[in-house]
């Protein structure tokens, strides 16, 4: 639906010719068009909610500012006045009476980044390199994808793929790269079933939808399930027992806390039908797990137990970003150390554009809080450390005239939280005020602004919740609103969240000694409600009060097991209390004394480290946010990506890293497939061999090596046209197609995990291209560990520059296209 339409129909509605405007065309609409036609239903639900009651006035005002300006209109309104001396902007044309809006901005923010927001002047901005981005028959039959949407997802896709049996594989996707095709090939590259744990109910929802309308199976619905409080399970279960269930999105607190599932489980996974783990936003496990999602560190020692009687499990994490402290700790959680993968194509965002504001006192802050809310673009989430903080500027907004809003923070119940999450992304409202506890999983596309008024413990922290914005990848604005205090109020917070090594001492005595932690030879089952043998009472933040003592136990004792001091061999949930089942890996820890002291001591001051030095990368930033470029403190946090800002303090124009670089951040050498007895037949005593084709007999040697479980493809996009790929393949094949330049790109990296096995190359029929991709070849795939190759030409071409045939250089036999399908039938 373009512009022009939204705006006819919004004049109609506001004129009083028309009831309510119907925007749902059925026709799927891109990024941009998406967001126009959300911004104008926000209009219309705004303004029915102020014809009902007129306290929602401003709310109006806010919504048909950001209409006014996104669509670059002006407006006729029927039965509403707006004053001359309004504070958003909004003026009357007294020649044709219509309202427009004007970029007017709060003292500080730049316009130029700030318009960019409304999508003013927006075009795509990234150029995009030459891959072949060709999907393979089992994407294909299954979602109809021909194309993958970038290279960045197609090596993540096919890294989650190839995973060995008992491997673990870390995968970093871009927002908005694409992750969810990763969990739905992985539900349908075998017969079984892929768990997928998810942070919350509305990610799951929302992964379980787009399965279904991708999956392209008559019986999609006894494959794919969801599971949350209120729905049935009595489906789920039978479709486990009846080995129909491909992919179950749950979250973790379901997954370790209903018996149901795990007496179903505990069978299927005796029978190896459990084939893969996927942990959708796995920082999560090491950021929340660590504090108010216990049941995330649940999964380490569930996962070995389902490992003990099924050990090809293959395990996928996923994520847009990890630290390098988060990959430390998942590989110690997650694997043995030996089988792990990491798949990195981590980028910084490209959507966000910074603005740091400082201002001179608490009451200049609120001041500018309320300009910032009325003239920034909505929809909007405004950060702040806790809950009271929350209602604070919920309070302030309201009188002031703001007051459809709501809070989200640690101490929103479940039921409330999930209305909520409805709501926002129905756009009941449009501001969202929130603490960190409002974060990953909640996916709504179009938020324009993302406000921070306070200052997070570490970058990784701040990048996660800036991230809620420009899930569209169209721009958006991240802004930070300080003053003096606030630098001293972090420190505060993080000072908070290390331990004391007296009070981890104190933690740890009270819970090895007391009776209620029962022991069972080496094994003791530690009840983590016992408080402890001191009398200071510890908070925990954005947690209820009532939870602080088990919350500080429970990190007492991942702090033990991150250390390797401890190991955990279960986690149950005794009617809300965590019992944790453990094993004492340091002797030091049996009894009390000096060297348990320093011990702890030195764990305790590694931890400090760790949090202080982010404290300071945040604190350096903000008072560098003038002269130096406010991303590159991500940079520094991240060690994966490229340097990316499209804008802040420091400059307005676009700071670019190597962009158009491969997207691969590191190598992956290692584990390699490996051609087995029955592949090696058509090869004989060689490891290459030449198939003569005719261009109608390529697509029968193609499908024949798919049959032979072929590994990689080497072709052009325009080779595979010719000889209509896609009418040649056998359905459900994995396959890995590459033209010579991303062959290239991956090989003199040593990417092996991704082409090994039996290889294909389909030639060109121009001699000297012919040429150069021979060179390709004998430089990164002859007589390689691992590897066979086909080489697919139309005839044997003679190679000028070194006066031979190619079949004079390749050590293997040449055959027909018609005599190798009929020599293996």
């Known amino acids: 639906m373009n512009k022009e339409t939204i705006i006819d129909r919004m ?28 911004t104008a239903k926000r209009l219309v639900i705004a303004n029915e909610l102020q014809k009902k009651d007129t306290i929602y006035r401003d709310d109006f005002f806010i ?31 007294v020649a044709n009476g219509k309202y427009y809006a004007t970029f007017q901005f709060p003292e500080g923010v730049s316009s130029e980044l700030a318009e960019s927001a409304f999508m003013r002047s927006y075009s795509s901005e990234d150029v995009k390199k030459d891959y072949n981005l060709t999907t393979d028959s089992l994407i294909y039959s299954l979602t109809g994808f021909s194309a993958f949407k970038s290279m960045s997802q197609k090596l993540a896709v096919y890294g989650a793929l190839r995973t060995p049996d008992g491997y673990t594989t870390l995968v970093a996707l871009p927002t908005g790269g694409g992750k969810s095709l990763i969990t739905q090939m992985l539900g349908y590259q075998t017969e079984g079933l892929t768990i997928v744990v998810v942070p919350t109910v509305s990610l799951a929802d929302d992964q379980i ?18 599971y949350k409080s209120g729905v049935q399970v009595t489906p789920i279960i039978n479709a486990i027992q009846n080995r129909t269930a491909r992919l179950l999105f749950i979250s973790p607190e379901a997954l370790m806390n209903n018996q149901a599932f795990e007496s179903v489980l505990k069978v299927a996974n005796k029978q190896h039908y459990i084939k893969n783990i996927v942990i959708d936003e796995a920082h999560i496990v090491v950021d929340w797990g660590g504090s108010f999602r216990v049941d995330y560190q649940c999964l380490e020692a569930w996962r070995k137990k389902l490992l003990l009687n099924n050990p090809g499990i293959r395990t996928i994490l996923l994520s847009a970003t990890f630290e390098s402290k988060s990959i430390e700790i998942l590989k110690k959680l997650f694997s043995d150390g030996n089988k792990w993968i990491e798949v990195r194509c981590d980028e910084l965002r490209h959507e966000p554009r910074y603005i740091i504001l400082k201002e001179k006192g608490y009451k200049n802050k609120d001041k500018k809080t309320i300009e910032l809310v009325r003239k920034l673009p909505h929809p909007m989430i405004i950060y702040v450390a806790r809950p009271d903080d929350a209602e604070r500027v919920k309070k302030l ?30 756009n009941k409202f449009e501001i969202m005020i929130a603490t960190s506890a409002f974060g990953v999983g909640v996916d709504k596309p179009d938020v324009r602004t993302v406000l921070h008024l306070y200052i997070p413990q570490n970058p990784n922290a701040y990048y996660q919740e800036l991230g809620r914005g420009g899930r569209d990848q169209l721009p958006c604005l991240s802004v930070m609103c300080t003053y003096v205090d606030d630098l001293k109020f972090a420190f505060q917070r993080i000072s908070k969240r290390v331990m004391t090594t007296e009070k981890i001492i104190g933690r740890w005595d009270s819970m090895f000694n007391n009776k209620l932690s029962i022991r069972d030879g080496a094994i003791i089952h530690i009840n983590t409600a016992i408080k402890p043998n001191y009398h200071t009472k510890d908070e925990w933040d954005d947690r209820p009060v009532s939870d602080a003592d088990m919350n500080w136990n429970i ?17 149950t949930n005794d009617n809300g209390i965590y019992i944790f089942s ?28 760790y949090y202080n030095d982010a404290y300071l990368t945040m604190e350096r930033a903000i008072t560098r946010s003038e002269g130096k470029c406010w991303s590159e403190m991500f940079f520094d946090t991240y060690d994966k990506v ?123 029929d121009d ?8 060179k390709l070849v004998t430089k990164y795939l002859q007589h390689k560990l691992g590897i066979h190759i086909v080489h697919i030409l139309s005839e044997n071409f003679f190679l000028p520059a070194i006066g031979k045939s190619i079949s004079d250089v390749i050590e293997g036999r040449v055959v027909l296209a018609n005599d190798i399908c009929a020599e293996m039938r």
């Open 11 to 38: 004049q109609s509605y506001f004129s009083g010719e028309n009831q309510k405007p119907e925007f749902d065309t059925g026709i799927e609409m891109d990024a941009l068009q998406s967001f126009y036609v959300r």
């Open 63 to 93: 919504a048909l500012r950001d209409y006014l300006l996104v669509f670059e209109t002006s407006l006729s309104l029927s039965n509403v006045i707006i004053p001359d001396d309004n504070p958003y902007a909004i003026k009357k044309d």
């Open 209 to 226: 939808l787009a399965a279904k309308q991708i999956i392209k199976s008559k019986t999609v619905d006894q494959e794919v399930f969801s």
């Open 397 to 426: 907004l309201c009188d002031n005239g703001i007051r459809n809003t709501r809070t989200y923070t640690g101490l929103t119940n479940n039921d409330i939280r999930e209305q909520l999450l409805k709501e926002w992304k129905a």
């Open 555 to 571: 990190y007492v004792l991942l702090l033990l097991r991150r250390y390797g001091l401890i190991e955990i061999i279960d986690i």
């Open 582 to 609: 453990i094993s004492i890996e340091n002797d030091l820890l049996l009894n009390k004394g000096d060297e348990q002291t320093l011990l702890i001591e030195e764990i305790r001051s590694q931890e400090w480290a």
């Open 642 to 764: 490229y340097e990316y800002c499209a804008g802040c303090n420091a400059h307005l124009r676009k700071n670019s890293g190597d962009t158009l670089a491969f997207p691969l951040k590191k190598s992956i050498k290692a584990p390699i497939s490996v051609v087995e007895m029955d592949q090696k037949k058509i090869f004989e005593s060689q490891d290459e061999l030449i198939v003569l084709a005719g261009s109608e007999e390529k697509k029968k040697v193609i499908k024949f090596l798919e049959s032979q479980r072929l590994s990689t493809l080497v072709a052009s996009s325009s080779q595979l046209q010719e000889i209509d790929f896609y009418g040649s393949v056998s359905d459900g094949k994995t396959l890995f197609v590459v033209n010579s330049g991303d062959l290239k790109e991956l090989l003199k990296k040593g990417n092996y995990y991704f082409v090994s096995g039996m290889v294909a190359i389909l030639y060109p």
């Open 767 to 774: 001699e000297s291209e012919v040429f150069e991709i021979y």
